[in-house]
């Protein structure tokens, strides 16, 4: 016989609210660990190869190999690089599961402002005004990624979604702007 949930004081679900956002936004335990570990193990059993398909940099013929580690110098990325160079590929094809869980681990940081040599020393947030993604662009904005920081043709996020008419994230980044 199943008897009714204990009822709980209201301190009770004062502290357990106060436990679940300290768990969740403090020590990010919303992220699975499974996935967590199954996002890097692809990404280490990779060897750099290529499990993740590399953003176009401007002006190649999108042929050739060099995968994930490879820059177009040919020497290898440090693994923070290679990190940077993930978000930087999640947030050109939106996969928001991949940002998150980038974002979210404080073991394995990544700069939200990295500039990409492959592709014109462009930043996450470039990627995603080219595409016109609005909520990858906030995700990027939440974790402090700037709208002012210039390309290799001294374009900014907002300047790319200015002059791709893309309205809605033209908006966010300029009042992004406007802040700092």
Known sequence: ???A????SKQQKDEMIKEFITQKYVHKKWVSEAMTRRHYAVHQNS???GSTPNTPAAGSSGGGG???SNNSGGA???????RNLELHEAAYTEDLETMLCLLAHPSHPVDV????????NRTALHKCAENDSVLCAELL?????KPNVEDKEKMTPLAVARSA???ELTERLEKLAAKK
Do not use: R
């Open 1 to 3: 016989m199943t008897g």
């Open 5 to 8: 949930p204990p009822q709980l």
């Open 47 to 49: 060897g750099g190869g």
């Open 66 to 68: 060099g995968g994930a």
């Open 76 to 82: 290898q990325l440090s693994a923070a690089d290679e």
């Open 113 to 120: 402002n990295w500039c990409n040599p492959q592709d014109q």
């Open 141 to 145: 904005i939440q974790n402090n990624a």
């Open 165 to 167: 008419g893309k309205h």
